[in-house]
């Protein structure tokens, strides 16, 4: 049976670290970092998100402020808004919540965020850095899996790694910093022929593409670690059937409360050839928010 990498245990040694960098500055007499996030329009889930970001900021000792525009926000306000928290020396990260409902331009935003209190390392500048292998605002998500495998001790030099999936979030970012280590890595994606055979040459698999249980116990390499990014929500019962095979639990959680979380791996299959295997939920999703309060923590430190 392959162990299980504990997102959430590791997210709360990221969170502590942060914790004390925060304290660290008040020892110094510099005011708490302050991250600002900016929520437009009602998607449920973002509102979930937000709370969560901060709630998390409460608990490390971060200040956190919140803007809520309306869904029909125009483009000039959001900008106008951005504009402001960029001169504003108080605020030391800016989130804007994606999705952004229809009729804004989430590049728009995203881009003018100032580079230094781009927090989410989503601005070209930023991104630019990465590819040069330079310090710089690194996307949270991969960050946090960078951070969870050099805590298990996975070794990065030489190994073959996979990333199946191409966002600018998590697929790109998560390749470039895996090669920053010196794992060989494939990109594998939507459009790419035999992904069963392409994963099976993995040492490391990550998948981040969204297709719930899109990942066999077959296509993976038998003692790999695999690292699962999708978060996806699960109603249809003949799916379950499918892709839950040796988690009964999750099928009765799924008659019970009409849908369940899972990733793109199918974990109880992975759990039988892997070595290593992170869980949804329980995984990746808590490394997230870590991530950016570690990243608003360094703004904070690089700013002032
Ligand atoms: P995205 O939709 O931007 O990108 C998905 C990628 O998967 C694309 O590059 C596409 O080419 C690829 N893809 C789609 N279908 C495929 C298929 N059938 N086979 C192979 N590749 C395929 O998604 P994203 O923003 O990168 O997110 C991916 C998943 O990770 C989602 O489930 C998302 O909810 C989750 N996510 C989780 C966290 C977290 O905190 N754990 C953070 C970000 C994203």
Redesign the pocket.
């Known amino acids: 049976m392959a162990t299980i990498l504990d997102g959430k245990a590791h997210a709360d040694r990221m969170l502590e670290a942060v914790r004390q960098g925060v304290e660290a500055r008040k020892a110094k007499g510099l005011r708490a970092p302050c991250l600002a996030v900016v929520l437009v329009g009602e998607d449920p889930a973002s509102q979930v998100y937000v709370r969560n970001k901060a709630a998390a900021c409460a608990k490390v000792g971060i200040t956190s402020i919140e803007h809520k525009l309306a869904a029909d926000t125009p483009q000039a306000e959001l900008d106008a808004l951005i504009d402001q928290m960029n001169a504003d020396p108080g605020v030391d990260g800016i989130l804007v919540q994606l999705p952004l409902p229809k009729g804004l331009d989430s590049k728009e935003a995203l881009h003018r965020i100032s580079p230094a209190k781009d927090v989410d390392g989503f601005h070209p500048m930023n991104q630019g850095l990465l590819l040069e292998g330079l310090p710089g605002l690194r996307p949270c998500?991969p960050t946090a899996c960078m951070s969870l495998l050099a805590h298990h001790g996975v070794e990065l030099k030489g190994l073959r790694a996979v990333v199946?999936?191409?966002?600018e979030?998590?697929?790109k970012p998560m390749a470039l910093m895996l090669l920053e280590k010196h794992a060989t890595v494939t990109i594998?994606?939507?459009r790419?022929r035999d992904?069963p055979a392409v994963c099976r040459e993995a040492d490391l698999l990550v998948a981040?593409?969204?297709?719930p249980g899109?990942v066999e116990g077959s296509w993976i390499k038998p003692g790999a670690v695999v690292v699962d990014?999708?978060?996806?929500r699960v109603e249809d019962e003949a799916l379950a059937a499918q892709i839950f095979t040796g988690e009964p639990k999750k099928l009765v959680a799924l008659r019970t409360k009409g849908a369940v979380l899972c990733g793109?791996v199918r974990f109880g299959e992975a759990m039988l050839v892997a070595s290593a295997v992170t869980p949804v939920p329980g995984g990746?999703?808590p490394?997230?928010i870590a991530g950016l309060l570690t990243n608003t923590l360094m703004a904070a430190d690089q700013n002032r």
Do not use: W
Not at 164 to 167: A, I, M, V, Y
Not at 229 to 232: C, D, R, T
């Open positions: 998500t199946l999936g191409r966002s979030i998590v697929g594998a994606h939507s790419t992904l981040a593409v969204g297709r899109l990014v999708g978060i996806n793109d990746v999703g490394l997230t």
